[in-house]
């Protein structure tokens, strides 16, 4: 059977300087630090994955979402996802809740500078290229 390259959607949350993350459990990559989101289902855009996944796994509606940039991640022989980050906005004070406690330990917000590690692959990946999420910022 032939291998074929997965789509996944990471949501960029930003409060001021610090982005939304939380450690992932119990499939691959866990215990780092990975943005919402998951899998891009048959016939979905990619604004409503983001707003699908991250109600999902934090029960915050989106108000709006866009797309930034995507990664090409290769975890391994078995293991290749074209990653498309979109950026979500959520009202100023909406916390997070962790509503897929099998699958994340915590939501918590980190400095894009400073998030934990080890970070998740597809997020390592976005860190280390040119993207400025505040690219425009005043
Ligand atoms: P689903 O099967 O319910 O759609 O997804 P999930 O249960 O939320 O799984 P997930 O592991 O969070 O996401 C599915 C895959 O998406 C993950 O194994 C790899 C890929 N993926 C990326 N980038 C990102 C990212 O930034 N965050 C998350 N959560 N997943 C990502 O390629
Ligand atoms: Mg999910
Ligand atoms: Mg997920």
């Not at 939304?20 to 989101?37: E, I, N, Y």
């Not at 934090?58 to 391994?76: I, M, P």
């Not at 962790?98 to 860190?127: H, N, R, T, Y």
Request: a negative charge; aromatic letters at 10%; charged letters at 20%.
């Amino acid at each position: 059977m032939s291998k074929h390259p997965r789509v996944g959607v990471g949501v960029l949350i930003f409060r001021g300087d610090k982005v939304l993350v939380g450690k992932r459990l119990g499939s691959h990559g866990s215990g780092t630090f990975a943005l919402p989101g998951g899998h891009l289902e048959f016939g979905e855009s990619w604004e409503d994955c983001a707003q699908r996944e991250v109600l999902e796994e934090t029960g915050l509606h989106l108000k709006s979402v866009c797309f930034e940039t995507a990664v090409n991640t290769v975890f391994g022989a078995d293991s290749h996802y074209v990653t498309i980050f979109m950026r979500g906005v959520v009202a100023q004070d909406a916390e997070p809740q962790v509503l897929e406690p099998d699958k994340c330990v915590g939501w918590e917000w980190a400095p894009w500078q400073s998030i934990p590690q080890p970070v998740f692959m597809p997020l390592q990946l976005l860190l280390n290229s040119a993207y400025d999420p505040f690219k425009g910022a005043q």
